[in-house]
Antibody
Framework: QVQLVQSGAEVKKPGASVKVSCKAS????????ISWVRQAPGQGLEWMGW????????NYAQKLQGRVTMTTDTSTSTAYMELRSLRSDDTAVYYC???????????????WGQGTLVTVSS | EIVLTQSPATLSLSPGERATLSCRAS??????LAWYQQKPGQAPRLLIYDASNRATGIPARFSGSGSGTDFTLTISSLEPEDFAVYYC??????????FGQGTKVEIK
C-alpha cells in the first residue's frame, strides 16, 4: 500500500536547523510531488511548500522563503525538508503528504506521513 | 493570498444527526477545494477533492458541494467515528495549498 514514513522527533535550540525525512513506498516516487504541512500545538494546518519528485522543482510558502529547503533523493524514494534559523514558534508537528492527482487537474494530499514533532527550546 | 474561512468553529451534534460545515473563499477557487478529517493524534485524511468527489474508501454519508467561493461538507448521519476536526483546502493557485482554520465536530 502507499505509505509515507517520517523520521523521529527532534529537539532543537533556537537558531539551529532541522532536517526531516519522508520515505515513500508503494508507488512510483517520481510520478507525484510531495508537499509539507506543519501544525503548531493546538492549531490548524499550515502549508509549507511543495517539491516535484520528478525534476526537483520547488514552491515555498512566502513566509518561509529563505529558511526552508525541500529536496528529494530518487534513489531511496525519500523527500527531505530542512528548516533553518529555528525559533520557538517553529515548534510543531511536521507532515509530508503525497500530491496525488488522480483525474484532477491539481493535486490533493493523499496519503500523509505520520508526522514528526519538532520542538524548539533553549 | 486566498483566505479560507470555515464556519462554525465548533459544531455540537449527536450521533445520527446531520452535520453541515461551511468553507468560504476570499476569491473564487473554481472547484479546486478539498476537505480533510483529522482525529486527535493522527494525520489528516483526504475526504473530498475537487469540491464534490469522494476519495477512495470514504463512506457515502460524506458529500461535498459548491464552487467559486462557497463550499459545504455534509455528513448525512453522524457516526461515532466522525467526531473530529475538518479542514478545507484550496489549490486554485497550485502548488500553493492554503487551509481553512478548521471546524471541530463534537458530541453534544
Amino acid at each position: 500500500q502507499v505509505q509515507l514514513v517520517q523520521s523521529g522527533a527532534e529537539v532543537k535550540k533556537p537558531g539551529a536547523s532541522v532536517k526531516v525525512s519522508c520515505k515513500a513506498s508503494g508507488y512510483t516516487f517520481t510520478s507525484y510531488g510531495i508537499s509539507w504541512v506543519r501544525q503548531a500545538p493546538g492549531q490548524g494546518l499550515e502549508w509549507m511548500g511543495w517539491i516535484s519528485a520528478y525534476n526537483g522543482n520547488t514552491n515555498y510558502a512566502q513566509k518561509l522563503q529563505g529558511r526552508v529547503t525541500m529536496t528529494t533523493d530518487t534513489s531511496t524514494s525519500t523527500a527531505y525538508m530542512e528548516l533553518r534559523s529555528l525559533r520557538s514558534d517553529d515548534t510543531a508537528v511536521y507532515y509530508c503528504a503525497r500530491d496525488w492527482r488522480g483525474a484532477s487537474v491539481v493535486g490533493w494530499f493523499d496519503p500523509w506521513g505520520q508526522g514528526t514533532l519538532v520542538t524548539v527550546s533553549s | 493570498e486566498i483566505v479560507l474561512t470555515q464556519s462554525p468553529a465548533t459544531l455540537s451534534l449527536s450521533p445520527g444527526e446531520r452535520a453541515t460545515l461551511s468553507c468560504r473563499a476570499s476569491q473564487s477557487v473554481s472547484s479546486y477545494l478539498a476537505w480533510y478529517q483529522q482525529k486527535p493524534g493522527q494525520a489528516p485524511r483526504l475526504l473530498i477533492y475537487d469540491a464534490s468527489n469522494r476519495a477512495t474508501g470514504i463512506p457515502a454519508r460524506f458529500s461535498g458541494s459548491g464552487s467559486g467561493t462557497d463550499f459545504t461538507l455534509t455528513i448525512s448521519s453522524l457516526e461515532p467515528e466522525d467526531f473530529a476536526v475538518y479542514y478545507c483546502q484550496q489549490r486554485s493557485n497550485w502548488p500553493s495549498g492554503t487551509f481553512g482554520q478548521g471546524t471541530k465536530v463534537e458530541i453534544k
